[in-house]
Structures are given as structure tokens and as C-alpha cells.
């Protein structure tokens, strides 16, 4: 069964410092997201991306945040200046029209 | 915004038992879906189900979307079905999640 890949699945960073997340989408998926989830908590949506241009973006989705599709395959989620409340679990999801596939997700933890 | 209140919060329940998992939202939308979040933090796609009852083994679930609800049932619980089941529902190009019910199955 085809299934969202994404990398790494665990990243510890300093604070201050940039990570870029990464995601392989189902290949014939036409939508892609970002959600965060703070341990414990709700899952949050970050943004939304269709046609290579951010379609939806939330509160959270501040100039912190960029996404990105480098080429035919990836997708990948910025973050710059990284703090501790940034430590979340970062879900990449896709589809083809409304249902969505989830990634197994990046734990970031920033130190 | 949209607002997806999820009930209960929690639940505990003996192995065999069955659950109702409620999901109420403030607005129209135009797709709902289900999600199984386990143990290890994996987001596992139970249903999409923008109106109308799907079943899946044990699980079955109703979207009532005039009245802009959904329940989710599972039956014979397992100790595998712990973990947060979600609902998650789209409008306006954002898929807004609820906070979830924690699901604990007690073998």
C-alpha cells in the first residue's frame, strides 16, 4: 500500500539553529500538509500546499515556517531560529482529493 | 474558525467491551475523517467519511452532517484499539483536528 515517507524520524537541534523536515508524498497525491502535535496534545494543522503554492496557512504558520517542493518527489518544512516550544511531533500528510495520508512523522526535539 | 469538540476526553474500558466516540462541529464542512493515533505516535486513517455509516470489522462509523456530528463505534474492544482516536474535518482548504479521545483498553 502506498504510504507518506518521512525523514528523519527523530532530530534534536539546538535552539537557534535551523532543521528542514522532510516528506515523500504518495506519488499521484496532488495535495500535501503539515501538522504539528505538541506531546500530548491536539494536532495541529500548519499548512496546506497544492500546485506549488501554499493554498491555507494557520496562525502558527508565521515567517519562522517555510515549505517547500524541491522537486517532483519532496516535500519539506523549514523551520528557522528553532525554540523550545518548537519541540513537537511534524506530520506530513497527502491526497489525492480530501482523504488524507499520514507519515509516521518527525519527533523534533530542541535543546 | 471551525471548532471539533471531541467526546469523552477519555475512556477506559475491559477488553470486550464497546465504545461510542462522539465528534460535534460548529459548521458545515466538507469532508470528515477518522483517525487511530497509537501507542508509538503513528496517524492511522480509519475512515473518510463526509455523510452517511462505513464499516470496517470491528468499527463502523456514522457522519450526520445536517446535524454536524459523527460517531465512531468499536466493538469487542482489543487491547490493540488503545490509543487517541481523532476527528478530523475539512473546510476552506484546512482539515481542523479535535483534541481527541483517549481510548484505554484494559486486557
Known amino acids: 500500500e502506498p504510504e507518506v515517507t518521512q525523514t528523519p524520524s527523530h532530530q534534536v537541534t539546538q535552539m537557534g539553529q535551523e532543521v528542514i523536515l522532510r516528506c515523500v508524498p504518495i506519488?499521484?497525491?496532488?495535495?500535501f500538509y503539515w501538522y504539528r502535535q505538541i506531546l500530548g496534545q491536539k494536532v495541529e494543522f500548519l499548512v496546506s500546499?497544492?500546485?506549488?503554492?501554499?493554498?491555507?496557512k494557520s496562525e502558527i504558520f508565521d515567517d519562522q515556517f517555510s515549505v517547500e517542493r524541491p522537486d517532483g518527489s519532496n516535500f519539506t518544512l523549514k523551520i528557522r531560529s528553532t525554540k523550545l516550544e518548537d519541540s513537537a511531533m511534524y506530520f506530513c500528510?497527502?491526497?489525492?482529493?480530501?482523504?488524507?495520508?499520514f507519515g509516521s512523522g518527525t519527533r523534533l526535539t530542541v535543546v | 474558525g471551525i471548532q471539533v469538540e471531541q467526546s469523552p476526553p477519555d475512556l477506559i474500558l475491559q477488553e470486550g467491551a464497546n465504545s461510542t466516540l462522539r465528534c460535534n462541529f460548529s459548521?458545515?464542512?466538507?469532508?470528515l475523517q477518522w483517525f487511530h493515533q497509537n501507542p508509538w505516535g503513528q496517524l492511522i486513517n480509519l475512515f473518510y467519511i463526509p455523510s452517511g455509516t462505513k464499516q470496517n470489522g470491528r468499527l463502523s462509523a456514522t457522519t450526520v452532517a445536517t446535524e454536524r456530528y459523527s460517531l465512531l463505534y468499536i466493538s469487542s474492544s482489543q487491547t490493540t484499539d488503545s490509543g487517541v482516536y481523532f476527528c478530523a474535518v475539512e473546510r476552506d482548504d484546512k482539515i481542523i483536528f479535535g483534541k481527541g479521545t483517549r481510548l484505554h483498553i484494559l486486557p
Open positions: 459548521d458545515s464542512v466538507n469532508n
Open positions: 506519488s499521484n497525491h496532488l495535495y
Open positions: 500546499f497544492y500546485n506549488n503554492e501554499i493554498s491555507e
Open positions: 500528510a497527502s491526497s489525492e482529493w480530501a482523504e488524507l495520508t
